[in-house]
Nanobody, 124 residues
Framework: QVQLVESGGGSVQAGDSLSLSCAAS????????MGWFRQVAGKEREFVAQ????????TYADSAKGRFTISRDNAKNTASLQMNSLKPEDTAVYYC?????????????????WGQGTQVTVSS
């Protein structure tokens, strides 16, 4: 019954910005940490960012720090990923994920629920 639906992907040029959104249903949203991952065909899925239940703590991959911002709106059951200064190496399918575990000051939590993904393509 849990469903996560990503939107906002598309094709942009290097240096441009893009905002992704994740709509969640079938869960008590404020009791789930939310995360964003990305994956290139034939390669392993990569962690991008995560945010705690009420947004107090965020974690970013080194590749995302300073460029990407994760946020959530518990009143609307949505999570977002604002991506600035995009690079060709950011090209991937981006997935929204949810975890019943709370995010701490360090490390990442285990994610059990996943969206279908949205394609982001960044050209040189």
């Amino acid at each position: 019954q849990v469903q996560l639906v990503e939107s906002g992907g598309g094709s942009v040029q290097a240096g441009d910005s893009l905002s992704l959104s994740c709509a969640a249903s079938g869960l008590t949203f404020s009791s789930y940490a939310m995360g964003w991952f990305r994956q290139v065909a034939g390669k392993e899925r990569e962690f991008v960012a995560q945010i705690s239940w009420t947004g107090e703590i965020t974690t970013y991959a080194d590749s995302a720090k300073g460029r990407f911002t994760i946020s959530r709106d518990n009143a609307k059951n949505t999570a977002s990923l604002q991506m600035n200064s995009l690079k060709p190496e950011d090209t991937a399918v981006y997935y929204c994920a949810a975890s019943p575990w709370e995010v701490g000051d360090t490390g990442t939590v285990n994610y059990d629920y996943w969206g279908q993904g949205t394609q982001v393509t960044v050209s040189s």
